[in-house]
C-alpha cells in the first residue's frame, strides 16, 4: 500500500512520478539537455529533423539513419482528404489550437498503426503525427482565408515545407533556418503540464494519438503554451506606450502576469530564451522592425520591478522571444501556440513511448493522484434524497 502523502496546492511542483531518459532541466543554472546533448549545441548545429529522431530514438542519427528518417518523414506529410473535407465544413473563425485538437483522432482514423501496441508500431505513428500536424495548421490556415490548402513539396525540409504550405510561397534559407531553430528550442521540456497530460493519457494503455490531442489542449492554455500569443498581444498593446516601465508596473499591481516572463522550473533565464532574444534582434535589424527593441524594454521594465518586489527568479522565458520572432517571421498571431504544438508533439511522442515501454520501476502502472473532498457531506450513508418539492438551496 502506498504511503498518503498530500502535495495539495503545490501543483505537484518538486514532486518525482517517473523515470525518464528524454530530457533534463536544471532550473537554478539555466541548463536544458535533450537525452544528453545541451539545447544550445543542437541548436547551433543540428536540424529538427535530427533532435526529433534524437528524442523518439535515444541517439543522434548517423547519415544513413537520418536520410531514411527525414525520408518517412517526408513521405508522410498528406493528410486525409476527408480531413480536409472536414476542415472546410468548420466554423472559420474556430480557434486553430481547437481545429489542430479536434484534427488529431480524425488522423488517428487513417493510421494503420493505430491498433499495434509494439514500440515499432508507436514509432511509425510518431512519424505520422510529426509530419502531419504541421500540414493540418497550414491547410486550416489557407481554408480560413479561403485559399486551397496545398500538397506538401518533398523537395523542401520540415520547416521550409510548413512556411510553404502556409504562406504558398517558398521560404528564403534563414528564414526556414530560423524556424527550424524555434522548433528544436520548443522539443521537449521534460514533465511540463502538457507532456505530463499526454504520459497520463497513455498509462491508460489509450493510444498515442489520444495522447497527444490531451497534450495539445493542455498546451493551449495561456500559462502553457498559450503565452507566446499572450506575449504577442501585450506587444501590440505597447506598440505607441511612451511609459513601458509604468505599464509593467501598473499591470503588476493589479495583480496581472507580465506574459513569457516566470516559469515553474528555471529560477533563471531560460537558456531557450537567450536564443531566442538573438534570433529577434536579427529578424529586427534585417527588416529595421521595432519588435526587438519593444520587447527588450518590456523585459528590462520586468526585470527591475520584479527584482523590486523581491521576485529576481522571475525572468524571460521560451514564449517571451518566440512571440516577436514568430510575428517577424509573418505567422499570424493565433498560430504561435500550434507552430510550438507542432514541434513539442516530438517530444510528446517520445515520452509516449517512454511511458508505454519503460521498466515497471521506472514509472506508475496508472497515474492515479486523489483529492480531498471537501463538499458536501451527511455521513457515510450521504445525504437523504429529496424530492423536488421539498428541496432546498445548500450554502
Ligand atoms: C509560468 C508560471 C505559471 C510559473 O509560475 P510559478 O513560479 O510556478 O508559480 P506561481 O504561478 O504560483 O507564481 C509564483 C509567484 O510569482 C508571481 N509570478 C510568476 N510569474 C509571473 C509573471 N509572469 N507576472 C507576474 N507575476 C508572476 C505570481 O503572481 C506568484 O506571486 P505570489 O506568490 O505573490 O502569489 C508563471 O511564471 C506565469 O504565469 N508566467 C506567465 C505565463 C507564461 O509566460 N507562461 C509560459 C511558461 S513557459
Known amino acids: 500500500m502506498a504511503q498518503v502523502v498530500s502535495v495539495k496546492n503545490t501543483g505537484l511542483r518538486g514532486v518525482t512520478v ?8 536544471d532550473g537554478e543554472k539555466g541548463v536544458l539537455i535533450y537525452r544528453g546533448y545541451r539545447i ?6 543540428s536540424t529538427f529533423m535530427e533532435v526529433a529522431h534524437l528524442l523518439l530514438n535515444g541517439n543522434l542519427p548517423e547519415q544513413k539513419e537520418s536520410e531514411a528518417f527525414e525520408k518517412q518523414v517526408r513521405e508522410a506529410r498528406e493528410i486525409p482528404e476527408y480531413l480536409r473535407e472536414s476542415l472546410r465544413k468548420w466554423p472559420k473563425d474556430a480557434k486553430p489550437m481547437d481545429v489542430l485538437q479536434a484534427s488529431v483522432p480524425l488522423l488517428a482514423m487513417a493510421d494503420p498503426d493505430l491498433l499495434g501496441d509494439g514500440r515499432e508500431a508507436n514509432a511509425r505513428m510518431a512519424v505520422r503525427l510529426i509530419a502531419r500536424l504541421p500540414a493540418v495548421v497550414a491547410a486550416w490556415h489557407r481554408i480560413r482565408n479561403r485559399l486551397e490548402p496545398l ?27 530560423y524556424l527550424d531553430i524555434c522548433l528544436i528550442l520548443h522539443a ?7 507532456t505530463f497530460a499526454c504520459r497520463e493519457v497513455v498509462s491508460t494503455r489509450a493510444h498515442m494519438y489520444a495522447g497527444v490531442a490531451a497534450g495539445i489542449g493542455a498546451l493551449s492554455g495561456s500559462l502553457h503554451g498559450g503565452a507566446n500569443a499572450e506575449v504577442m498581444k501585450m506587444l501590440l498593446e505597447l506598440e505607441s506606450e511612451k511609459d513601458i516601465p509604468g505599464w509593467v508596473k501598473g499591470r503588476l499591481e ?9 516559469h515553474a522550473v528555471y529560477k533563471t533565464m531560460d537558456p531557450r530564451a ?35 518586489r523581491g521576485k529576481t527568479e522571475i525572468q524571460p522565458n521560451v514564449d517571451f522571444y518566440s512571440a516577436p520572432v514568430y510575428h517577424m517571421m509573418g505567422i499570424p498571431r493565433d498560430l504561435m501556440t500550434p507552430i510550438f ?44 434524497y429529496e424530492p423536488m418539492d421539498r428541496r432546498q438551496k445548500r450554502q
Open 151 to 177: 500538397p506538401p513539396d518533398r523537395d523542401l525540409s520540415h520547416a521550409a515545407n510548413f512556411l510553404y504550405q502556409l504562406h504558398g510561397k517558398k521560404p528564403d534559407e534563414e528564414t526556414a533556418r
Open 274 to 308: 537567450k536564443y531566442l532574444k538573438q534570433m529577434a534582434k536579427g529578424l529586427a535589424e534585417k527588416a529595421g522592425e521595432k519588435w526587438h527593441d519593444l520587447s527588450s524594454q518590456v523585459e528590462k521594465a520586468g526585470l527591475e520591478e520584479f527584482r523590486r
Open 341 to 384: 504544438a507542432i514541434s513539442r508533439v516530438s517530444g510528446w511522442c517520445s515520452h509516449v513511448i517512454e511511458e508505454k515501454f519503460a521498466e515497471a520501476q521506472e514509472k506508475p502502472a496508472l497515474y492515479r493522484p486523489q483529492a480531498e473532498y471537501v463538499g458536501n457531506y451527511c455521513g457515510l450513508l450521504g445525504c437523504e
Open 254 to 262: 493589479k495583480g496581472e502576469r507580465i506574459m513569457g516572463m516566470g
Open 18 to 25: 517517473a523515470d525518464t531518459k528524454i530530457s533534463f532541466i
Open 40 to 45: 544550445e549545441d543542437l541548436a547551433e548545429h
Open 188 to 194: 521537449d521540456h521534460t514533465f511540463n503540464a502538457s
